[in-house]
């Protein structure tokens, strides 16, 4: 797969928006999917969502983020996007892309990604 590189990370106030973007370092994706996962201070890290292409295009989503962010892939530009809306003070934590490279357990599962990226820094001010 390659080395995921996250961007779009920053500090907001609650009620904004962020676009956190991944790239395989300008390359295809040679994964069946990729996911997102945040990491707070003291916390395990945590799935938020999922993209998977293979066998068509699925998406998935943590049940503390549905209906608040979005997750999406831009074939041409080889990127996934994250988008985030309404984010809340509880949303601050690192966030990761991983490539997903199986596909016999739940996208949930961390040790279904191979590749990560090195994390982009979100933090929301109340």
């Known amino acids: 797969q390659g080395q995921l590189v996250e961007s779009g990370g920053g500090l907001v106030q609650a009620g904004d928006s962020l676009r956190l973007s991944c790239t395989a370092s300008?390359?295809?994706?040679?994964?069946?999917?990729i996911g997102w996962f945040r990491q707070a201070p003291g916390k395990e890290r945590e799935f938020l969502a999922a993209?998977?292409?293979?066998?068509?295009?699925?998406?998935y989503y943590a049940d503390s983020v549905t209906g608040r962010f979005t997750v999406s892939k831009h074939n041409a530009w080889n990127m996934v996007y994250l988008q985030m809306n309404s984010l809340k003070p509880e949303d601050t934590a690192v966030y990761y892309c991983a490539a997903l490279h199986t596909q016999a357990a739940p996208c949930s599962l961390m040790w279904a990604y191979g590749s990560w990226g090195q994390g982009t820094q979100v933090t929301v001010s109340s």
């Open positions: 993209i998977v292409w293979s066998g068509g295009s699925s998406t």
């Open positions: 300008g390359r295809s994706f040679s994964s069946y999917g």
